[in-house]
């Protein structure tokens, strides 16, 4: 089989590979399309916290159809269309999970829409209901709304009956923020945040989703109202440093969200919020964007735009 191989970091390379034969609690799935996202960009380069030992194949979450099962397991069924997370190896044209980590996807999701579905919905969900238990009602301002991990966190706030303002850097963004969902829009390069999200929520929004970090995250923590939750999901724009008086003076908390973590250290927790995802999916109340389908050979190049925040929406890469 191919694979897509980091032999020296910031470059890949096509090899040719023995098929991977599933083990115990394990099974083979045949990609059928893999997710690009913005960590495995961090991993190519050597700049994600973990470093697997070179070479490794990147690529953390696949949709494809189960081709083989290891000893010991009953299902998902030979057959079943499944996604996955596998932490590295997506980007190849097989690659072995373990068997809880397969999850059915329903018949309304084509493979490229699963394929870059787990980490952004998943990431949403565990952060806004999870951790910043919002509630239906509330009002959330999601930075960063026109990427794959934004866009995921407008649909699921709007799914679990929020109000949501989407701010993005360009109008095709802000746009696509709008078409996922969101009531209202602020330009973050043009605009005052905090003035948008205190005028749009009357006063102060119940919940922060910040994956972007950086200059926006002073303004964005005095958009919130008092009590109100600011979720950090990541740091695209740079580490920033918080006045914490604005968190004592008004009764707000800071929550840290380390999805990744957290779905590693609770893989059957992961399997059962993804299955949650999925069923908002089946029922109408996530509608997940359609990603930008390239070849898999031109991971590299999908990888680095993702770095440099030039890719709206998600993007799937196919064998």
Not at 14 to 21: D, M, N, Q, S
Not at 90 to 105: H, K, M
Not at 127 to 139: C, N
Request: proline fraction near 7%; glycine fraction near 12%.
């Amino acid at each position: 089989m191919r694979a897509f191989t980091v032999e020296k970091l910031g470059s890949l390379e096509t090899v040719e590979a023995p098929e991977p034969v599933p083990g115990p609690g394990q099974v083979l799935i045949e990609v059928a399309a893999a997710g690009a996202n913005y960590v495995d960009g961090l991993f190519l380069h050597g700049r994600y916290q973990i470093k697997p030992p070179l070479p490794f194949v990147p690529g953390g979450e696949v949709a494809g159809t189960v081709k083989a099962l290891g000893p010991g397991v009953s299902g998902p069924a030979v057959g079943s269309r499944v996604a996955a997370l596998c932490g590295i190896g997506g980007f190849a044209e097989q690659v072995v999970v373990q068997a809880q980590a397969a999850v059915v996807i329903p018949d309304v999701l084509d493979f490229p829409r699963a394929a870059t579905f787990t980490q952004s919905y998943c990431t949403a969900l565990y952060a806004l209901r999870d951790r910043a238990g919002l509630r239906e009602g509330e009002t959330v301002l999601v930075l960063g709304a026109g990427g794959g991990v934004g866009l995921a966190a407008v649909q699921v706030a709007k799914a679990l009956g929020a109000k949501v303002l989407a701010g993005a850097s360009s109008a095709e963004k802000r746009d696509t923020a709008l078409a996922a969902g969101a009531d209202a829009v602020v330009d973050t390069l043009a605009e005052d945040v905090k003035t948008a999200a205190r005028a749009f929520s009357e006063g102060g929004v119940d919940v922060v989703y910040d994956p972007v970090g950086g200059k926006l995250a002073d303004p964005a923590l005095r958009a919130l109202r008092n009590y109100g939750r600011y979720a950090v999901i990541g740091f695209t724009g740079g580490i920033p440093s918080l006045p914490l008086n604005q968190v004592l003076l008004r009764n707000r908390a800071i929550v840290g969200v380390d999805w990744g973590g957290w779905s590693m250290a609770a893989p059957g927790r992961q399997a059962e919020l993804h299955r949650e995802a999925l069923d908002l999916v089946a029922a109408g109340r996530l509608d997940p964007i359609a990603p930008a389908v390239r070849p898999l050979a031109e991971a590299g190049q999908v990888l680095d735009a993702l770095l440099n925040r030039q890719v709206t929406g998600k993007v799937a890469l196919v064998p």
